[in-house]
């Protein structure tokens, strides 16, 4: 069963549009909300006023941050963004008022006549100024919301020793999420008198704890329930729609319901962080890697959210898989007035390996060496130390994936650029880039997981855990590795899960899932198996819970367990014409460890390029004063269907992961991370040019490209 592509349990619902997502969802004499947001960037909030509101028609209740019976504020790392804002509001998207109407038109009207009197503030918008002395100050501790330092030995000895150094600077966009299915839920009172939520989400405990903080009730009054939804990627880790959800039940005692209008979603939730990075990269003559030296700084917005966790694996993996004499990894995470980054697919890497991987193109092309043969002498091995300070345990299996990627068509293609257009008048090129990608919560985060297999008084089998599936398909991978060590087939298992009356096998996020809650699966499945083996009759159940070793650990959140790795390489075309870049083929070589199901590895891979498309081309809001201007789908150039190339090929070379007895390793992110910097080598080799501002747009292409022409 392991190994084989199956059908996911949802299919067909799905495809015939029968499947209830969390925006399908309504009770009976369901209110509905609306959010009154701040507008602005950063100001102190002098009154409020509801009165006119208040005698709107439909209106049933107007909250405001005196109607909180408990802590109102919440977050994942610290609780520092409040519910409802009373005294200041630090981006446009802070809610203000909560209008709570018996139709969504009543709620959208009577929030228009809410009255704030504010007292604008200096507004910080600029990464770069945030540490300034006279920058203004957005959270109570300032502006610095994390810092990290990571690295081994003299680099700066290393650098100067060094017969080739290249320095890159670069920046990286603000990028949206786009998930098909924006921020919705429901929430009602139980049969047990609980306030029980339904809404898109990415970890049911971690929902319930702020959720019953903020109401101040104990963890029993709050049920969560994370059906499947549509699309996720990071971005609804954090609350969005739940403790708005969680007030008006508590405060009218009827059903609510709240889906996010498109410009909502685009303009006021959490997005990819946007990094200024700065990067020395240096090796010796014969083309050995001496010293490298990184610094990060990371746009976090008004609140914490995740930015240290996304700034630590950042700086993790800001050396790529390479092997160094001395490393040195600066890191700071900012507050600014333009709005919440937090978890995005890549979680920082998409950000950084645009620095090594561009620079060991540029060093290859300095030594005079072919710039596969440059990577492949300087990879780490089982033993060495990577950049960060840890020992890599485990081999860095990119050697077994680099034999095949060079027999493919666009690997052998290198160097075969030029800078005359083909006969359609555009020109190509080929890049390529190397990723590793460690899965996991980190070292000090990851708490395991737990799950129950039950074989009920029927002898049906049922999968309990508090999973969330996003879309990708973990359920159905659980599924597989259950039937696997019961020997029944993998749709004979039944699923519950998604809720806090679940067992809690924590978050679905960071590509842990079939890592650490499958393990858990398969435990459990052994376990019961015995049981069933032995003669037992009747119910039974087994808890299960794997946790991964760790070796070290650097800080929160670092070093990682294990890592994936894989080789994207991409054929361009840039139409001198109209200056657009269209990706023409692509080819990635993945080590994804064992494969529970090699038809959802390659659809993880060919989505995640879709939006590292995007990430490296197109994709970055644009703000004005902290608002958002292109808060629409037809302003936020997303890659369509036609950006994305018909010939994409995923080649599976497998070695079982050392860290784990399934020996799998997370591959949700390695397909999008390596996407914008192979894309970044292909320009350069077809038009001698470094960018510094990403996406690349062909506003920046333009003027390079005509010089490079003339």
Not at 205 to 215: P, S, V
Request: proline residues 5%.
């Amino acid at each position: 069963m392991i190994g084989q592509s199956i059908q996911k349990w949802d299919a067909l619902d799905k495809a015939r549009g029968a499947f209830p997502y969390p925006s399908d969802l309504h009770r009976d004499h369901c209110v509905h909300l609306r959010v009154l947001r701040a507008g602005r960037a950063h100001a102190r909030i002098v009154s409020i006023n509801t009165d006119a509101a208040r005698q709107a028609p439909g209106v049933v209740r107007i909250l405001t941050h005196a109607d909180i019976p408990g802590l109102n504020s919440f977050g994942l790392i610290a609780p520092d963004q409040p519910v409802l804002c009373h005294d200041r509001v630090r981006f446009c998207g802070d809610a203000v008022a909560l209008v709570v109407a018996e139709s969504e038109q009543e709620a959208r009207h009577a929030c228009k006549l809410i009255h704030v009197e504010y007292e604008n503030l200096a507004a910080l918008l600029d990464a770069r100024q945030a540490l300034a002395p006279d920058a203004p100050q957005i959270g109570p501790n300032g502006n610095l919301c994390h810092e990290v330092d990571l690295g081994f030995g003299d680099v700066d000895a290393a650098l100067e020793a060094s017969d080739h150094v290249v320095r890159l600077t670069y920046s990286t966009g603000r990028q949206e999420h786009a998930f098909l299915e924006p921020e919705a839920g429901i929430a009602w009172r139980d049969e047990k008198q609980r306030i029980a939520i339904t809404c898109g989400g990415q970890n049911p405990f971690a929902d319930q704890k702020q959720i019953a903080a903020i109401l101040g009730v104990p963890l029993e009054q709050v049920h969560v329930s994370h059906p499947p939804m549509g699309g996720a990627f990071g971005g609804k880790e954090d609350l969005n729609v739940q403790a708005h959800l969680a007030l008006a039940v508590h405060a009218t005692g009827r059903p609510a319901r709240y889906v996010y209008e498109r410009e909502e979603s685009i303009g006021y939730s959490v997005k990819r962080h946007r990094f200024e990075v700065d990067v020395a990269v240096g090796c010796d003559a014969m083309g050995r890697l001496t010293g490298f030296r990184a610094s990060l700084l990371a746009d976090t917005g008004a609140y914490m959210t995740l930015g240290p966790a996304v700034l630590v694996l950042a700086a993790e993996h800001a050396s790529g898989p390479y092997r160094f004499q001395a490393s040195r990894i600066e890191g700071k995470a900012v507050h600014t007035n333009t709005g919440n980054a937090s978890a995005f697919r890549g979680f920082g890497n998409p950000q950084v390996i645009l620095g090594i991987e561009q620079a060991m193109d540029a060093l290859a092309a300095k030594c005079g060496m072919n710039p596969v043969d440059f990577r492949v002498q300087n990879l780490l091995r089982g033993g060495d130390r990577a950049g960060a300070g840890h020992i890599v345990r485990n081999d860095v299996t990119l050697p077994r994936l680099i034999a095949a990627a060079r027999n493919g068509p666009l690997l052998r293609a290198l160097g075969a650029e030029t800078l005359r257009p083909d006969e359609d008048g555009k020109l190509r090129a080929t890049g390529f880039a190397f990723v590793w990608q460690g899965f996991g919560l980190g070292a000090g985060a990851e708490p395991g997981s737990s799950i129950t297999l039950r074989r009920d008084a029927n002898g049906q089998f049922w999968l309990d855990c508090s999973s969330a599936d996003l879309g990708e398909g973990n359920l159905s991978a659980f599924q597989q590795i259950a039937a696997s060590g019961l020997g029944c087939a993998a749709h004979d298992i039944g699923l519950d899960i998604g809720t806090t009356d679940n067992t809690n096998s924590w978050s679905t996020n960071a590509s842990r899932s079939v890592v650490v809650t499958g393990n858990a699966v398969a435990k459990a499945a052994r376990q019961l198996a015995a049981r069933i083996d032995a003669g037992e009759n009747g119910a039974l159940e087994k808890t299960a819970h794997f946790a991964p070793y760790f070796p070290e650990k650097l800080t929160l959140g670092a070093p990682h367990v294990g890592y994936s790795y894989g080789i994207q390489a991409v054929r361009i075309a840039l139409d001198t014409a109209t200056v657009n870049v269209t990706v023409e083929e692509v080819e990635t070589w993945l080590d994804a460890g064992t494969v529970i199901n090699p038809d959802g590895v390659t659809g993880q891979i060919e989505g995640g390029l879709a939006q590292g498309l995007g990430f490296a081309l197109s994709e970055d809001l644009v703000q004005h004063e902290g608002r958002v201007l292109n808060n629409r789908f037809s302003s936020y150039i997303l890659p369509t269907i036609r950006d994305v190339p018909v010939d994409v090929r995923v080649h599976l070379i497998n070695h079982p992961d050392a860290s784990n007895p399934l020996g799998a390793r997370g591959i949700a992110e390695v397909g999008l991370t390596p996407a914008a910097a192979a894309i970044a080598n292909a320009l350069a080799r077809c038009l001698r040019h470094r960018f510094e501002q990403f996406p690349i747009t062909p506003e920046a292409i333009l003027p390079v490209m005509e010089k490079a022409l003339s």
